[in-house]
T-cell receptor
Framework: QKEVEQDPGPLSVPEGAIVSLNCTYS??????FMWYRQYSRKGPELLMY????GNKEDGRFTAQVDKSSKYISLFIRDSQPSDSATYLC???????????FGAGTTVTVRA | GAVVSQHPSRVICKSGTSVKIECRSL??????MFWYRQFPKQSLMLMAT?????????EQGVEKDKFLINHASLTLSTLTVTSAHPEDSSFYIC??????????????FGPGTRLTVL
């Protein structure tokens, strides 16, 4: 069993739709949860991070963490073609630098 | 924002040769840098943690004699793939953690290097 599971998709939605992405994990000790966006042939860029459980909102992006279920989500509202990318979840222990990544979900927003 | 560069962005080499990839933090100092490998449609896999002035820490299953890492300064880490073979073809990405920083310990990623071994 992988430490972090993420459905690779692909996911295709029309412009303006809500994109819903999620990951599950097995290590209950993870404390920091991140979402990265990666365009083709580029390095990942951090979108959001959350510490422990709860919700966090930043513009059109909302991240949710449910530690009891070991489940995290990212929602993108009013999606745009420029949101087309691969989205990777990542998580880490509070006292460690190492990031454990999901496989990434490829999202295409159709104009 | 913090910027990390990698050079080269793409490299094609013959089997048996060695290839060096540079990772630089452009506007911050990084005591710790990380090297990842990413296969198509797969996740980033941590290969090693590079610490300035000391030996790198390699993840299980990564050959340290094949993937040589040098972190000679607070802004530069290099990864040398020695005696490269076609199975080493991959996308190599580095990240850098600013020295000091918050408890979150954010890493900033480079744009990646595409290595193709013929």
């Amino acid at each position: 069993q992988k430490e972090v599971e993420q459905d690779p998709g692909p996911l295709s939605v029309p412009e303006g739709a809500i994109v819903s992405l999620n990951c599950t994990y097995s290590n209950s000790a993870f404390q920091y949860f991140m979402w990265y966006r990666q365009y083709s042939r580029k390095g990942p860029e951090l979108l959001m991070y959350t510490y422990s459980s709860g919700n966090k909102e930043d513009g059109r992006f909302t991240a949710q963490v449910d530690k009891s279920s070991k489940y995290i989500s990212l929602f993108i509202r009013d999606s745009q073609p420029s949101d087309s990318a691969t989205y990777l979840c990542a998580m880490k222990l509070s006292n460690d630098y190492k990031l454990s990544f999901g496989a990434g979900t490829t999202v295409t927003v159709r104009a | 924002g913090a910027v990390v560069s990698q050079h080269p962005s793409r490299v094609i080499c013959k089997s048996g040769t060695s290839v060096k990839i540079e990772c630089r933090s452009l506007d911050f100092q990084a005591t710790t840098m990380f090297w990842y490998r990413q296969f198509p449609k797969q996740s980033l896999m941590l290969m090693a943690t590079s610490n300035e002035g000391s030996k790198a820490t390699y993840e299980q299953g990564v050959e340290k004699d094949k993937f040589l890492i040098n972190h000679a300064s607070l802004t530069l880490s290099t990864l040398t793939v020695t005696s490269a073979h076609p199975e080493d073809s991959s996308f190599y990405i580095c990240s850098a953690k600013p020295s000091g920083g918050s408890s979150y310990n954010e890493q900033f990623f480079g744009p990646g290097t595409r290595l193709t071994v013929l």
